[in-house]
């Protein structure tokens, strides 16, 4: 009885190899398993295998690199190895498992059926093999003992498992055993004294055809013909003896039969594979250029990122400045002085608002940019908004003889809306009416339902300067105006507009005749229905109203920090000036305070670390912090909130607005405070 076939199974895991185990599981297989390297390859020291069945991920060593070791070993480097891998592992890793010898791949879970196939094929061509070769090994023995009989030599040719095939020195058949018989279908007495080519009628080897040649020991595939005319594949292996009779040819005949359909099974998966590889290869040509594209725009992002730093930075610097321009013309408001020095700090006032706005324009670009601009929305009511935006512009229009025109039929009013957008929205367009109108023009604002669409319609028109059709499709681009040669500002007003318009899910058009012939610009807003809660529209607060805080300003701007004490303690407030965090430190401790009033970059340090401490000093007694910066981006406003301010406040600051928020304050800590001024 023959021994089991050795089979190697190696898997780190325990439970996987109790699996391979249970599948595999034959009596005449004998199952070696092995968990980690050493173990493999001390395995295959002591005996041969017919095949190893490997996982591909193991913690100390991969079986790629396993198997490179395997098949750099002689003894070992023959042996077929089958690869278990998961689904998910990439083909880049098949392909390495193929480059260092690996005759297959069986994904996990393992399909028995499958495994058990490839194994016994395997199992088969090692046991043929090992066959054979003990059985050559065997035959050329008895050929060298030239002292044993021939009776003795025919037995051991019939006793083969394989055809044996003795050919004499002029290429007859001397010699077959019963497996010839079996492996081509004729009797032994049919075939002694044929030619060979009887049986292997095409081309055979120089062994065959030259016999004088020296002995040789070389193994073929040829194709042999039964006696029914089918065709077999077989593997030849030729041996020469000697006897007194002369020069022999021992043909040993394997049917490969299942091999070769092995091996075109193979092949076609071989095939299949490097179609397969091809795919990989596009892919990942595909993936490179995607890679190259991300990092493309990773590096527009930081550009991006630079540029809104810079810009973050820039309107910083420029903010601070105008605050105290703004304070001082709050100051020479309230004091008495004539109507043309009044004239001239309202054209003051305009002109750093403009200033102002056009910050805000160019921070507004760059949150658009970068998908960060934000709606707040609330019920508003559009009339209220496009009122307010006409107050707002009236002293221009009085200064231009403008005639305004307010033309207000719509009666779908509510809008879920950001109220301080729209009215941006509003501004800008009746500002840029005033700047193209000529002084006695008019202005109409009208407004008007649209019933098929539910939607407000709002017209904005004007006798102006007009707009030239070519332009008429770019003055919504960014840095683009209706006029060139008049151009004033940096032409973002319009391309804001559109993208506030349209976030809102409304849409801005403009249209004009021509030159000369005025223009006219309509937004779009979807209306809502329902009850309108009232947008709350910030009036000045009078100059009555007083109230009594404990402030502590931080402020290193010298002529901001000077203005503004001066204009609180103008409306009652006890002010103590800091202008660091270690001054403001030192005054905490000194004294007590109801509202801290901060600005976020100090020389020191940041205004946003004095809330903790201020509400420690306070010692459980309500206190609130306003936060004053020329940043006014989302996430500056955001770390204000985070830092525990419950305002934060944008340079260039209104002091109306401070006041406001003051009164307000006061009310929640001190609701007598607030409500006994």
Known sequence: MALPTPILLVDDDAKNLVVL?????APDYRLIKASNADETLMALMQEDCAAIVMDVRMPDMSGIELAQLIKQRRKSQHIPILFLTAHNDDEENVMLGYDVGAVDYITKPVNPAILRSK?????ELFRKTADLARLNTAMEAEIQDRKKAEERFRLVVEAAPQSKIVVDQHGLIALVNSQTEKL??????????QPLTTLLPYELPSTISAPGDPAVDNRFELIGRHRNGTIIPLEVGFG???TAEGTFELASLVDITRRKEAEAAL????EELALKNEQLQRSADERAQRIRAEAARAEAEAANNAKDRFLAMLSHELRTPLSPVLHAVALMEEDDCPPNVRELLETIRRNVQLEARLIDDLLDLARIRNGKLQLHLESADVHDLIRRAAQ??????LKQHLELQLVLKATRL???ADPARILQIFWNLINNAIKYSTSGGFITLTTADEAETGCVRVEIADSGIGIHPDRIGKIFDAFEQAHDENGIGLGLGLAICRVLAEMHGGRIEARSPGPGQGSVFTIILPAVAGEIERTRLDAPPSAGESISLRILLTEDHFDTASNLKRLLQRRGHVVEVASSLAEARAC?????????????GLPDGQGLDLMPPFRAAANGRPVAGIALSGYGMPEDVRRSMEAGFSHHLTKPIEFARLHRELLTIAAQLVPDRGNSG
């Open 392 to 397: 707002i512009c009236e002293p221009d229009i």
């Open 21 to 25: 185990e249970s599948i595999l599981d």
């Open 414 to 416: 509510k809008l879920s």
């Open 588 to 600: 905490l401790g000194s004294k007590v305070f109801d509202v801290l009033l901060s600005d976020i």
């Open 240 to 242: 020469r003896f000697q």
């Open 119 to 123: 194994i016994g094929v395997f199992v």
């Open 267 to 270: 092949r076609a998966s071989n």
């Open 184 to 193: 081509f279908g004729y009797s032994r007495q049919e075939l002694l004294g």
